[in-house]
């Protein structure tokens, strides 16, 4: 994994938590000057997430990639396709290990203290579940499309309203790879992100 600290990782997390959102430009020497490093890894970094597709070249520097409705509709399609097939290798292929984990994870998820909390280990239960499908390519791929849209993320994914869905579908998912039925567990998350792309969907066409 890469350090937290690097400047890629920071450009990646200033970029996906909305701090340089779409549009935006980032100029080798300005973001050096910000993270106290070089131009160099800097422009190493930039070009990596060129790679990712997080941003694109332009004369003074990069900008932060701005995508139209359909190109995010796309990257949902995509990403429903690699979780629903996350949820049936997680029910038909995870270890004790990977159960423990997974139950342990949602357990806490549903008695949080508070939504953002819940959220982050929702959040954590999701990558575990790709852990326990026993796929790294999938789980490179999904990393990849995560942080296309988190730049698009919408407030309405944070309302409590969501977060009661949230755990309403992550249940029947989780209880589908508890026992090992992975037909149920790809049927069931493919509704929860057709759901969670409709939330995209409609808070960007009110924009």
């Given amino acids: 994994m890469p350090d937290d600290r690097s400047p890629y990782a920071q450009l990646r997390a200033r970029i996906t938590g909305g701090v340089h959102p779409p549009g935006s430009l980032l100029v080798p020497a300005t973001v050096g000057v910000e993270l106290g490093v070089s131009r160099t890894p800097v422009r190493e970094a930039l070009q990596r997430l060129e790679f990712e597709g997080l941003v694109t070249k332009v004369t003074r520097g990069y900008l932060v990639r701005v995508r139209t409705e359909d190109e995010v509709i796309a990257i949902c399609e995509a990403r429903i396709a690699l979780e629903s097939a996350v949820a049936f290798a997680a029910a038909t292929r995870r270890s004790d290990f990977d159960l423990a984990r997974l139950i342990g994870l949602f357990d806490r998820a549903v008695t949080a203290p ?47 309203a969501n977060l009661t869905a949230i755990e309403h579908e992550h249940r029947g998912i989780h209880e589908a790879v508890v026992a090992g039925d992975g037909a149920l567990a790809r049927a069931l998350m493919v509704a929860h992100q057709e759901r969670t792309r409709d939330i995209r969907i409609a808070a960007m066409a009110s924009r």
């Fill in 114 to 160: 508070d939504a953002d909390t819940a959220l982050r280990l929702h959040n954590d239960w999701h990558a575990a579940l790709r852990v326990a499908a026993h796929n790294p390519t999938i789980i490179e791929l999904m990393e990849r499309l995560d942080a296309q849209l988190a730049v698009y993320d919408a407030d309405e994914s944070r309302a409590p």
